[in-house]
């Protein structure tokens, strides 16, 4: 096999078929299992599964695709959806979407007072949210049938209907790794921005808080003060989401052993290593590639599978 690092990026998919609108309804068969592949735009998309059954990735996140599957998906987050049910004279998945646009929400979010109530929600949606209410997902594939028919002011007062229905559901799951990342999404100021850039070009070093602070000019404990209070995690905390998150993209993208994977993302010992990937994953690294090759590539070699994914 070949040993050296296979990395697919996540491909910017511009949704420019809105038409003028700011929210758009369609429907998509998938009949192959590699109609899809990973990418990640910026607007939101809200999916429905009604048939068929496959594989979803989310950021990092790895699930399980079947009828009634109803996952919202946030702004610039990677995504892929694979067909599992296209052979055999499966008929493969048909999915109903919806896209809105990050400016409708930032727009009511800032003029219209009562919508700062669903300011969590929308913080779920950046890592993505799979919805698990049985009942709430009925009520949501009739609200479906509504925006499909409806066009003008009516789609969108149905439309912030549903999203309110969304909000209020309980039982739900959020997908990818959220202290990741929420900590590189939401750095709030320039000085910041310098610093996670700095970190990500350099988490592999041993790069310490004190060279960071350095680099960007500010003291020591005023960074960490900052960092904590922006990102919402430790810069320990940090750095080693972003180790184990280069790790997932090696055991999911190539077949360098788990040794020199922890070593080539920074960390100085195996048990220390699977140590921290047990406690961001809940599992271990080898579980954790056998998941993922048997997800994305089934029975096949991996030399022969088309469709991947990579975290950020």
Known sequence: ??????????????????????????????????????????????????????????????????????????????????????GNGGQGCTERVINFSQDLVLAHTKGVPEMQALTPFWERAQYGIEFLDVDAIAKIKEIFDDIAALTGFRRVLRFWFLIDLLATVTEYRVLSDASYLSCKDETKSARLDRAVSYIIENYNTGITLE??????????????????????????????????????????HSDRSITEICFDVGFNNIANFNRRFYDVKKMTPSEYRRVAFKSLYGHKSFTGASCLIASQ
């Open 1 to 86: 096999m070949n040993r050296n690092k296979v990395r697919i990026q996540p491909e910017f998919k511009p949704l420019d078929s809105l038409g003028g609108t700011s929210i758009r309804y369609f429907e998509q068969d998938q009949s192959t299992s590699q109609n899809s592949c990973l990418h990640y735009h910026e607007d939101y998309e809200l999916h429905l599964t009604t048939r068929g059954e496959g594989k979803v990735f989310v950021g990092d996140y790895i699930g399980h695709l079947a009828p009634q599957s109803l996952i919202l998906i946030g702004p610039n987050l990677p995504h892929c959806w694979v067909n599992q049910s296209g």
């Open 211 to 252: 060279q960071v602070a350095a680099h960007i000019e500010m003291s020591i404990g005023h960074f960490s003060r900052l960092f904590k209070r922006e990102t919402g995690c430790r810069y320990i905390d940090f750095v080693n989401g972003i180790k184990i998150n280069k790790a997932c993209e090696q055991l999911t």
